[in-house]
């Protein structure tokens, strides 16, 4: 790659990692791979949460928690990037859909990850592709990347 390219590639993911720290000066990752979980699941609900991201369902609820706007043990209001409701017909099951904030955030980081590319690198998106394509797999995200 060169010097250029990894100037680029630096300069858009210091931008991401700005606008996330707009949201959240201490932005989790492991919350972030949560937001775009439920981003690529509309309505997906904790346990399914819970099974793509190959934790504990607590750990997922608490990842949902930070994303929505309920304060989660204590702490100020969560980032209201979700909203949580109740199964039509068991409302002990809670779906998690993005809300426009949600929604906003996902357009901005895909839109700040589009124009920082520094051109076509065939190598170096054979890489991302399989990386892509191994997590949404991980995730029972059919694809055919």
Same mark, same amino acid.
């Given at each position: 790659m060169k010097m250029s390219n990894m100037t680029n590639t630096t300069q858009t993911l210091l931008k991401v990692t700005g606008i996330l720290a707009a949201y959240n000066p201490e932005f989790p990752l492991q919350t972030l791979r949560a937001l775009l979980l439920? %981003? %690529?699941?509309p309505g997906i609900t904790f346990r399914e949460l819970a099974d793509k991201m190959d934790m504990v369902s607590s750990a997922a609820t608490r990842n949902a928690l930070i994303l929505g706007s309920i304060p989660y043990k204590g702490k100020k209001a /969560?980032?209201?990037? *979700?909203? *949580?409701t109740d199964d039509a017909i068991d409302r002990r099951v809670k779906h998690i859909e993005l809300t426009s904030k949600g929604h906003l955030l996902i357009e901005q980081l895909g839109g700040e990850l589009r124009? /920082?590319?520094p051109g076509p690198n065939p190598a170096l998106q054979a890489i991302v592709d399989a990386a892509v394509k191994d997590a949404l797999a991980k995730a029972g995200v059919s694809t055919h990347i």
């Open positions: 439920i %981003a %690529a699941n /969560g980032l209201k990037l *979700v909203s *949580v124009s /920082g590319s």
